[in-house]
């Protein structure tokens, strides 16, 4: 009943620790210490190469991030769960990171930064929360805990998903159908998208023009959703005012790529969250419990879906 561990090593290492203490029972591998390949049954990974394939007597294979973008799924047989991680440690993180930028766009952080270098001080009117509208693309466990945060600072929050939500507080549009009624509404564009064939260039120049003038873009989702040319050209425009991206597409963003040096966009290094070990080994020991139990596990992948 051996785990098999295939991620960055020097968190494989908390994992194994926490393992040992909870489920002492269960050996806890780290890859490529794999052992007898034919005793392995779980499988946590980030990118499993072939292993779904190789190990004979597979179960399930655990994703160590909240998304499954970067599996091949045709690389996993179908008879085998897929299950993304489900733990609030990576609510945590992305709660603050989109508050952090939120905040930095509704106080006007990025001209007062502009401001500073040019050494001027010039005070702007304050704006009030309630008149500052949050959309939000994507209403899973991350949109929905973000959303739920940024309500309680006042902002006017929206929330954007493919079948139709309601959650109080927040105004739910849904489909293709509700989309640009969202956009126009949207003053602040949060992405929280998980990246599948549907979703894949969405922030793109249509999506950029159906938004208010002036309007900013956070974008958290993952780097193939955003239209880096587009961007540029609605920034340059002024069709957008700033954006804060956390995502890129390649990562890392070469060098002398043109986003670099924008004036207004902030980039960081796919940072935003991140699976908290202790966590997140409780959420996979619970799985495995659900899984035993003959219960749904928590965040199993619908195949079709991609998500
Ligand atoms: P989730 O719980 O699966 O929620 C996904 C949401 O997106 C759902 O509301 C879903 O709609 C909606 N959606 C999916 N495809 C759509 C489409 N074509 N049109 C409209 N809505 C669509 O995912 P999550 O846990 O919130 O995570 C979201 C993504 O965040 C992950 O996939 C990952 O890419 C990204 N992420 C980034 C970082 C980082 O550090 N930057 C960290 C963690 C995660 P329904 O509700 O109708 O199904």
Redesign the pocket.
């Known amino acids: 009943m051996t785990v098999l561990y295939k991620a960055d090593p020097v968190r494989g290492a908390l994992w194994a620790e926490r393992f040992a203490q909870l489920a002492p029972e269960m050996p806890f591998r780290v890859w490529p210490d794999i052992g007898d390949p034919a005793s392995v049954r779980f499988l946590v990974a980030w990118q499993p190469g072939d292993l779904a394939v190789t190990l004979p007597n597979l179960e399930i294979v655990f994703s160590v ?5 970067q599996l091949d799924l045709s690389q996993i047989p179908a008879h085998l769960p897929v299950v ?1 991680m ?1 733990e609030p440690g ?1 609510v945590d ?2 709660v603050e ?1 989109v508050t952090q930028a939120v905040l930095t766009i509704h106080r006007d952080l990025f001209d007062y930064h502009l401001q500073q270098q040019a050494r001027a001080w010039q005070p702007m009117p304050l704006r009030a929360a309630a008149s500052r509208r949050i959309g939000v ?8 805990a973000v959303l739920e945060r940024l309500r309680l600072f006042g902002f006017a929050c929206a929330g ?4 139709q ?1 309601e959650i109080a507080g927040i105004d739910c549009y ?2 293709e159908a509700g989309l640009a009624t969202f956009l126009a509404r949207t003053d602040v564009l949060i992405c ?5 064939d ?2 894949r260039g969405l922030l793109g120049r249509q999506v950029f023009d159906t938004l208010p003038r002036g309007a900013s873009l956070v974008h ?3 780097g193939p959703q955003l239209v880096g040319d587009d961007l540029l050209d609605a920034l340059e425009r002024g069709q957008i005012h700033s954006a804060v991206l ?2 890129t597409d390649p990562e890392p963003l070469p060098p002398d790529h043109p986003l670099w040096t924008q004036p207004r966009v902030r980039i960081t290094p ?5 699976t908290r070990p202790e966590s997140a080994v409780d959420a996979v020991l619970e799985n495995l419990r659900r899984f035993r139990a003959g219960e749904p596990m928590n965040g199993l992948i619908d195949r079709t ?1 991609g ?1």
């Open positions: 991030g909240a998304g499954v973008d993304r489900v990576i993180g992305m990171y693309l994507g209403l899973g466990m991350l949109g929905t954007w998903s493919r079948s939500h849904a489909g929280l998208l998980p990246l599948t549907a979703t958290v989702g993952r956390d995502v796919h940072i935003a969250s991140a879906r998500y």
